[in-house]
């Protein structure tokens, strides 16, 4: 069954249905559901869909010929493979879709690309001369981000200003996520989606009517499992010098996030080169560097500035619990590791996730409407700001789980959040109120509490009287949302 991808199927629905032709690229880090995506767009429409390998020229042009030819275009009857690409290419004109639109999708394109530097410019002077004014829609696929990005879309690449459409897919969101699990509890939702995040390669890997657990066991921790050695897989297959990236991701899994401190404890030197290393990473979409809501654009481009966190919840995962226990699981102590390094952490362990669903949780409720205000930026902060100390307050380094700041600065939005077993304190409320208090005379504020396990009774009575400023948001209210 598929799930989700609803703006990237409308982004396609879109381009197909215009009446000029269509140069489409579409791409993603592996595992993204760029595939699925397009052989759910494809189902119901006449088109041919090649998938690129990593061969040479001539075999790619081979069956790149066989697969246009077996479509009965007119060329069909008379050579059984084209000389060169710019007849292959030419020739999509001819297929037989009637009034339809020709829609050829071209998968791992970069693979085509890389047996022949000419392809780009090939399809450049065929969509300049011909293709444009056609009934077409050419999409173009790739996982190789860097190469698409840097290269094929690049300003002096022949195909720049040529596409129609570009569009980048990144992770499902926690709600397309949770509905892989239509039968969890909200709490084992979150739990899941913060061991495997957004990669529908890795949700569609636990079996729904499985406990979380077994799942756990099974699929993940169990040597010859499809997640087990996925890590490493990727990793060698995107990069050279895996051993220095493991090193530097482990030191991000286990909470460094700031460049000397992943130098330090990665063993790395320069700091000049573990920056390279870890902007090979975002562009890989397995690292962010992430910055205040408060910084500037000039203080964003300071390489010190910013904290580097893991964005893939799956390379999260397998790097706190299987990289680090590797020697038991390959000693098959599946039911050892989990008892005494998983079970106890997992609770734990989901905890910052859970800021990412309460954070994906306000963008839905401003979509709908029902935020009092409607923010112009919206994330994590911190910073050096007023903080309780007993009954008395000072000057302190803290953070804020999520700030919603409105376009003139006159409202804000301060959210806490709190995965854990007990009850939302009211302490814990004060500890939130008295954050940022030096803007207080300059604006209105408003206090969403976001918890697994219920408000304490002081903070729901304070919140009945509050007018509407204290909002509480209980984990059955945020999971149910969509």
Known sequence: MFIGRESELNFLEERYSSNKGELVVLYGRRRVGKTETLKQFCKDKPHLFFSCRECTDKLQLKNFSEKLLKEKIPASAYISEFTDWEKAFRSITELPYGEKKKLVVIDEFPYMCKGNESIPSVLQNLWDDLLKDENIMLILCGSAISFIEKELLAEKNPLYGRATGIYKMTEMGFYDAAKFFPDYSPKEKVIAYSILGGIPHYLNQFDGNRMLEENIKKSILSKGSALYSEVEFLLRQELRETPVYNSI????????????????????????????????????????????????????????????????????????????????????????????????????????????????????????????????????????????????????????????????????????????????????????????????????????????????????????????????????DIVSFK
């Open 249 to 476: 991701i482990e030191a991000v899994a286990l909470g460094n996030t700031k460049l000397n401190e992943i130098s330090m404890k990665s063993l790395i030197d320069d700091t000049s080169k573990t920056s390279v290393y870890l902007k090979n990473l975002i562009e890989l979409g397995i690292i962010e560097r992430e910055f205040s809501i408060s910084e500037s654009i000039k203080e964003k481009a300071n390489s010190n500035k910013g904290l580097y966190r893991i964005t893939d919840n799956f390379f999260r995962f397998w790097y706190a619990f299987v990289f680090t226990n590797m020697s038991e699981l390959e000693g098959g102590d599946v039911d050892g590791v989990y008892k005494y390094s998983v079970e106890p952490l997992l609770h734990e362990f989901a905890a910052m996730p859970f800021e990412d669903v309460c954070r994906e949780y306000v963008r839905e409720l401003q979509k709908a409407g029902k935020l009092p205000f409607r923010y112009a930026k919206m994330g994590r902060w911190w910073g050096r700001t007023t903080v309780r100390r007993g009954h008395d307050t000072e000057l302190a380094d803290t953070e804020i789980d999520l700030l919603a700041i409105s376009r003139q600065s006159d409202q804000y939005l301060v959210g806490e959040c709190k995965f854990k077993g007990k009850p939302f304190r009211y302490s814990e409320y004060l500890d939130a109120t008295t954050k940022l208090s030096n803007y207080k005379d300059k604006a209105e504020f408003y206090y969403y509490l976001f918890s697994e396990s219920g408000f304490d009774e002081k903070i729901v009575e304070e919140s009945g009287r509050s007018n509407g400023s204290i909002v509480l948001c209980g984990l059955d």
